[in-house]
């Protein structure tokens, strides 16, 4: 079974709203939400620690929002404000700390990723 599995992308116009959802069947310590755009690399979205604390990356602070439920275990990436740049594939990630931290660096699962396509 798939240990990280995401949900919720779509397509939706500038400005708009989408929540995605990722549910988890392991539990460590740091989730991550990352992004693929159509032709580049992937890069590191956000991230979230057991203790709570979040990093963003610069594009999308202010806008997007990682939490978590931790009875049912699901990991969510709320997006507002919507702009065409964000348009790629999500994935969602998990990974031990490196140097005591979370870092966007050697993940130990990862989903297959969810579709969000933002029209202008």
């Known amino acids: 079974p798939q240990e990280l599995v995401e949900s919720g992308g779509g397509s939706v116009q500038t400005g708009g709203s989408l929540k995605l959802s990722c549910a988890a069947s392991?539990?460590?310590?740091?989730m991550y939400w990352f992004r693929q755009p159509p032709g580049q690399q992937r890069e590191g979205v956000a991230i979230?620690?057991?203790?709570?604390?979040?990093t963003y990356t610069d594009s999308v602070k202010g806008r997007f929002t990682i939490s978590r439920d931790s009875a049912k275990n699901i990991l969510y990436l709320q997006m507002n404000s919507l702009k065409p740049e964000d348009t790629a594939m999500y994935f969602c990630?998990?990974?031990?700390?490196?140097?005591?931290?979370?870092?966007?660096?050697?993940?130990?699962?990862w989903g297959k990723g969810t579709l969000v396509t933002i029209s202008s």
């Open positions: 990630a998990a990974g031990p700390t490196y140097g005591d931290r979370c870092q966007y660096v050697g993940m130990r699962y």
């Open positions: 392991v539990r460590i310590r740091c």
């Open positions: 979230l620690d057991t203790g709570g604390g979040t």
